[in-house]
């Protein structure tokens, strides 16, 4: 690892304002809601980011609109985009997804994890560690990662 | 004299090292109290401390000279005489050079110079030689925090309280305090400082003179208050806190003023906002505290320092509200709010600063730039924001003196009026220009037409402030006075002509508004002020009313007349002016009274209703028009609809009644005063009743929907009527129904003599006629049910007996309204009549025996057993094929009943729940079955568990709160706790006969009534008795939850269970059953017919994670296993609770995300 901070200045965002959901005053108590975008963002706008005391929706490395998600396909793919080239925390941030989405998300969707097209200097390398389950696997049992994901996550359980 | 070792004992505990600070906190207060009671003398203190005092050791002098020094400070009630002062002062004033041991020093001087001089004070002469010593021998700056501290604060107590003695010390006492000051960096020892500054400052014969600039100069580096460290340790001073002490040092010497002015003047044009913000802040106070002669010099730098914020660069966003849109509705910036309040206070400290503002060549340009844009929408947004802060500047001028506004007026009013094409109106004209379009809209600028009408509410305004301080005569002579007189008929016109355009598109709609608050301010100068003439001013009435009247669809044109309208009628009422007030009355409120029963009116009723009541309530006589206006109104629709069956009269009586009920009524209540309003409304009521009894009239289809609607409407206006009136006229109403009431022909001849049961054959014949054929007479019961009601328990009611059997009659026939009046009447009745005991009044021992009577019917024959006269009998009621219902109604009536008697803490409420539950278990059909028989022999299977349902509902009844009756509104007798205590009663009961009951349904039922009690008692009962509920709660919902019917009663229950599981002492209830009530709430994230149902039990599982851990450890991988099921949930609130709770019980042991 290297010592320092990797991005030393982020640009801070401010953050989206909370679109509350319209509740329609007669409520369908046997009406499904299909699981939307604006619902896997809320899942993960929340996590904060490994070196900086800010949000990843505050550092724009996630926004609602990289998110797809076909509820009856049971797929979501979720596109982010370091805040720098070299990042190295990238990683570390897609196996925060990764494994949020994993706690939220129930069991039958395939979730997809990637840096955006253009943001990252290894990017294909990234993409391949993020999606492998043996690799996630493998970095799960590793305590300090555990920490460290687990903290970031901690902002998230609102 | 006290045990000298004792308390020498506790000295050298103090002074030692080796002491905590608690055990020293602990020893002074001991010394310090045999001081207080005399036990000690201070000189017997002193003389044994010597070697403390004195000694060479510096760390133990310090600690002595503390310890002396703590001890006054807690002897500053307790009287010494002046030997003693005077040695100690002298002591400690000789210490303060001691700088070894300077704390001790310092916090002595402060404990009596602080003294007051009723317990013996230090005088002047040795004030000022602590004075001197401290300068002599201080070095603060070079002090620790906390002892800084204290040197301040021994400045400021010698400034404060000896300011006579301090002011000889001359330049060296500022000279001094500049020295110990500087370079200041602590929030807290700040706050002294300021404070010092400004007290120095105040001493009369200001040494500062001299120092003036050097004191400035150390202040004014703490220019704008910025913290560095913005979450520091000392977080208990408030960055507010210092820019005020600051800015109270700034303003405390105009000597000052050479320095600050310029200083805060180059402060404006920092990039931060907060340092604009302060600057004027501080600006706007200095100048009021510098007074005129020192602030003319600085006038233009202030104006151009103002005319960049607010003009050149004005900081304001258009609101983005909707409706606002075509409005000038700017949110201003703080910087800009604190440079009005500035440029406010400058014009009214140096009236001459006007002159710069009207000789200002920008806004003299800027007007005239105003002419090129005609509409709204062609002004560009910078062009806006100009427009209102020149707006906003002139309004500022002209507000502040009748010789300014007369200035502001003279150069600017003739110039707005040419904008405006408008002229000198020619009086030959009188009243035709109501009737023509003079004007056409395009010829309005809008610019022009803005300050315009800014200027005139600047006037108002003005017009006003003199109107309730001064008796100013001359005021028709004001030059600006008679300017506006002479263009007022003109500008009436064209305000006139923008509210007749017929577009209503988002343009014209700016216009609009001007129009609308055009009128409104000129027609809202006070009395004999005002600059338009009355028949001008009725002419303005009648334009707002003619909105009013004509068309609804221009919403924004007609809800903006309709808020002017009532401004008017406020400025009106509060300005006591009595001509206006009746022209408003014969244009306004006669019309608008007269729209409420107009029956081709293009305006939906609700609006004409709303507008008549908003008039209304500006004033009272105009709400007792308005009161007239809907009882006429109310009339003529009930006789629609009795008469003619006019269905349309039906929702239009609704509406009625109900602006009757929701607004006038509590209009009234509030206001205070006469009830005759109400009186009158109840009367009324029963007049047409009566009348249409008299004519034989009855509601057509009384079955249908909207009539149920009328009828209801109409209780609920009856019951707030009669709740808002005092007994005597609650007395009146009932003596008048009462009378309606039994002159009738169906009452009469229905058999009541005096306490004979009605209940034989024929007489319930007739009352089942009654039941099913006439709509009138349910008319006539539930409206003096409504009645009833209502009443206050010291209100007379005479007829009693009749009346009780009225009800009950009714009640058997199935009319609920009668089962909230008994109820009502039980809980209200006296215990004793007083006086001759006549067969018209009734105890409420005597009512009881009646209803009990009644319910129990005439079959005694086959009842001799059971019935021991202590309460009902099921048995004896009279049970026939036909009467299924019957039952029912008795159980409802039995529960409204007991539910009165509960709320006033009478003991046959008991007999009652006994009752009630003899139906819950009705289905036994091995044991007590006997007593049934004919009851199972009538009613089928069926019909048997209706009843017990019922039953099972009639607790709910009994426990929840009402707002058809007894409540606080229509004056129910209520305990304190009467839910408490039922509780209480009941849950052994219940409980014993859930263990007996052996068939399923009757457990069943046992729990829905256990469901409803508990679900309506108060939490803290509920936790007391959580442990034995535990069992039972579950059961209940495991049973509960097969019927999709029963999920409001479950989610309640699952309330309750929250609640307990949320409160501490619930949680070690819980503990125990935390498997079971894992596994139930578990069945229940499941449930398919209730959303909230499902968040709740995932709730309460959350709730349960928090339960020690060797106790729901086991539960984790069931809990994690139904929650993931749960994370794919339908609905959206379900699903991130479950992740939630997903969350919680995953990490209550090792990681491990697998689930």
Redesign the interface.
């Given at each position: 690892m290297v010592s320092g901070l990797i991005n030393a200045n982020p640009v801070v965002y401010e953050k989206k304002e909370r679109r509350s959901r319209s509740t329609p005053t007669h409520v369908d108590e046997y009406a499904v809601e299909l699981i939307d975008q604006l619902e896997i963002f809320d899942h993960i706008r929340d996590i904060k980011d490994p070196e900086h005391p800010y949000s990843l929706e505050e550092l724009k490395v996630i926004s609602e609109d990289a998110i797809e998600v076909d509820d009856k396909r049971s797929y979501v793919r979720v596109t982010f985009t370091p805040t720098v080239e070299h990042c190295s925390m990238a990683t570390v941030i897609g196996l925060c997804l990764r494994v949020k989405l994993m706690r939220s998300l129930p069991p039958r969707y395939k979730v997809d994890i990637r840096v955006a097209p253009g943001t990252h200097a290894t990017e294909a390398a990234v993409n391949k560690q993020l999606n492998d389950k043996e690799r996630v696997a493998a970095a799960l049992e590793n305590p300090n990662l555990v920490d460290m994901v687990d903290e970031c996550l901690a902002p998230s359980y609102g | 004299m006290a045990d000298s070792i004792q308390w020498i004992q506790h000295v050298e505990l103090y002074v030692s090292s080796s002491a905590t600070p608690s055990q020293q906190v602990a020893s002074v207060d001991a010394v310090a109290t045999l001081l207080k009671n005399d036990l000690l003398t201070l000189e017997a203190l002193v003389r044994e401390m010597e070697m403390y005092l004195t000694t060479t050791d510096s760390i133990i002098r310090c600690r002595g000279i503390l310890l002396l020094g703590e001890l006054l400070a807690q002897l500053t009630l307790k009287p010494l005489d002046s030997t003693s002062i005077h040695s100690l002062i002298g002591f400690f004033t000789e210490r303060l050079a001691d700088w070894k041991a300077l704390r001790g020093a310092i916090v002595g001087c402060l404990a009596l110079l602080r003294r007051k001089s009723d317990v013996g004070r230090v005088t002047d002469s040795e004030a000022k030689a602590v004075a001197q010593s401290y300068l002599q021998n201080l070095q603060v700056q070079s002090l620790g925090q906390h002892d800084r501290k204290l040197s301040f604060q021994l400045m400021e107590c010698l400034l404060d309280r000896y300011a006579g003695a301090m002011a000889d010390l001359g330049d060296n006492l500022v000279y001094g305090i500049c020295e110990a000051i500087d370079g200041e960096k602590d929030p807290q020892c700040l706050l002294l400082v300021f404070h010092i500054v400004e007290s120095l400052a105040q001493l009369s014969p200001g040494p500062l003179a001299n120092f003036a600039e050097d004191l400035f100069e150390i202040l004014g580096c703490y220019f704008p208050i910025h913290f560095t460290h913005p979450k520091g340790e000392d977080d208990d001073v408030k960055r507010e806190e210092l820019a005020r002490a600051l800015m109270l040092a700034f303003a405390s010497t105009p000597l000052f003023e050479p320095f600050s002015i310029p200083l805060l003047l180059e402060k404006l044009s920092s990039s931060l906002p907060s340092a604009k913000v302060e600057s004027f802040k501080y600006l706007s106070y200095c100048t009021a505290k510098y007074g005129p002669e020192r602030m003319a010099k600085h006038a233009e730098a202030l104006w151009a320092s103002l005319k960049d914020t607010t003009y050149l660069s004005p900081q304001s966003m258009l609101s983005m509200e909707p409706e606002s849109m075509s409005r000038m509705n700017f949110q201003e910036s703080d910087v800009m709010t604190e440079a009005f309040v500035l440029l406010q206070e400058v014009i009214r400290q140096y009236g001459e600063f006007i002159s710069l503002i009207i000789g200002d060549n920008d806004i003299n340009a800027f007007l005239i730039s105003l002419n090129q844009y005609k509409g709204f929408d062609d002004i560009p947004l910078q062009v806006k924001q100009k427009l209102h802060a020149v707006g906003h500047i002139l309004s500022a001028c002209a507000k502040a003196s009748a010789a300014m506004c007369n200035k502001v007026f003279e150069s600017f009013f003739p110039f707005l009026m040419d904008g405006l094409g408008l002229s000198v109106a020619q009086p030959s004209q009188n009243n035709s220009y109501l009737d023509e379009e003079c004007f056409s809209l395009a010829k309005f600028k809008f610019g022009p037409l803005y300050l315009c009408i800014e200027l005139i509410a600047a006037c108002k305004s003005l017009t006003l402030s003199l109107y309730n301080c001064t008796s100013i005569h001359d005021f028709p002579h004001q030059r600006w006075c008679s300017l506006l007189s002479s263009f007022s008929e003109s500008l009436v016109k064209a305000f006139v002509s923008m509210l007749r355009s017929n577009v209503a598109d988002n343009e014209q709609s700016a216009y609009v508004y001007c129009g609308v608050k055009g009128l409104q301010i000129l027609a809202t100068f006070p009395g004999s002020f005002t600059p338009v003439s009355k028949s001008v001013n009725d002419n303005i009435f009648l334009e707002l009313v003619s909105i009013i009247t004509s068309d609804s669809n221009k919403t924004f044109e007609w809800t903006s007349a309709l808020k002017a309208l009532v401004e008017i009628g406020f400025s009106i009422d509060k300005c006591l002016d009595s001509e206006k007030a009746a022209s408003f009355e014969s244009t306004v409120v006669e019309k608008i009274v007269s729209l409420i029963s107009s029956l081709d009116s293009a305006i939906p009723l609700s609006l004409r209703l709303q507008a008549a009541f908003e008039i209304g309530a500006t004033r009272k006589d105009f709400m007792l028009r308005v009161v007239r206006g809907l009882d006429e109104s109310i009339d003529t629709n009930f006789s629609a609809v009795f008469d003619h069956g006019n269905h349309k009269s039906d929702e239009l009586t609704i509406k009625l009644l109900d602006t009757y009920s929701q607004k006038v009524l509590p209009w009234f209540l509030e206001i205070g005063g006469s009830e005759e309003v109400q009186l009158n409304f109840a009367l009324r009521i029963w007049d047409k009743i009566e009348n249409f009894r008299a004519l034989n009239l009855s509601p057509p289809e009384f079955t249908s929907i909207s009539y149920q609607d009328l009828l209801g409407a109409t209780m609920t206006a009856m019951k707030k009527a009669v709740a808002s009136c005092s007994e005597e006229s609650q007395e009146i109403i009932i003596n008048k129904a009462s009378g309606v009431l039994f002159s009738s022909t169906v009452f009469g001849s229905m058999g009541f003599k005096s306490g004979s049961s009605i209940l034989k054959e024929e007489g319930l014949q007739q009352t089942q006629n009654y039941g099913n054929s006439s709509g009138r007479d349910e008319w006539l019961t539930s409206l003096f049910a409504s009645v009833v009601v209502a009443l206050r328990p010291q209100t007379g009611i005479s007829n009693r007996k009749m009346i009780l059997q009225l009800f009950i009659t009714s009640l058997l026939n199935g009319h609920v309204p009668s089962a909230h009046a008994l109820g009502s009447l039980v809980n209200k009745l006296p215990l004793e009549t007083k006086g001759i005991k006549s067969s018209r009044s009734l105890s409420l021992n005597e009512a009881l025996d009646m209803i009990f009577h009644s319910f129990v019917g005439t079959c005694r024959d086959d009842s001799t057993s059971g019935n021991d006269g202590s309460g009902v009998n099921i048995n004896s009621l009279r049970l026939n094929t036909s009467r299924i219902q019957l039952e029912f109604n008795t159980v409802i009536g039995l529960a409204w009943i007991g539910k009165g008697l509960l709320m006033r803490g009478h003991e046959k409420v008991k007999d009652i729940t006994m009752t009630l539950l003899s139906f819950l278990t009705l289905d036994c059909e091995a044991g007590v079955s006997k007593q049934f028989q004919n009851l199972a022999e009538v009613l089928d299977e069926e019909g048997v568990h209706q009843l017990m349902k019922c039953a099972g509902d009639a607790f709910h009844i009994i426990m929840s709160d009402s707002g058809e009756c007894l409540n606080r509104m229509y004056h129910a007798t209520v305990r304190p706790l009467y839910k408490q205590r039922f509780f209480s009663t009941i849950m052994p009961i219940l409980l014993s006969l859930v263990v007996k009951s052996e068939s399923s349904f009757v457990r069943s039922m046992l729990y829905r009534a256990f469901a409803h009690v508990v679900s309506d008692t108060p939490l803290t009962a509920i936790l007391g008795e959580a442990k034995k509920l535990f069992p039972i709660l579950l059961e209940c919902l495991s049973t509960l939850s097969k019927d999709v019917s029963d999920k409001g009663i479950i989610y309640s229950v699952l309330l309750v269970i929250s609640g307990i599981l949320l409160d501490k002492n619930g949680q070690e209830a819980a503990v125990e059953n935390a498997s079971s009530i894992v596994n139930q709430l578990i069945e229940l994230t499941a449930y398919?017919?209730?959303?909230a149902v499902r968040e709740t039990a995932i709730q309460c599982l959350v709730a349960v994670s928090e339960l020690p851990h060797a106790r729901v450890y086991p539960l984790r991988t069931k809990v994690l296993r139904t929650i993931?099921?749960a994370?794919?949930d339908?609905?959206?609130i379900v699903?991130?609770e479950a992740?939630?709770c997903?969350?919680a019980w995953?990490s209550i042991a090792s990681?491990s995300?697998h689930f």
């Open positions: - | 398919p017919h209730m959303m993931s099921k994370l794919d339908p609905k959206r699903r991130q992740v939630r997903r969350q995953a990681r995300i």
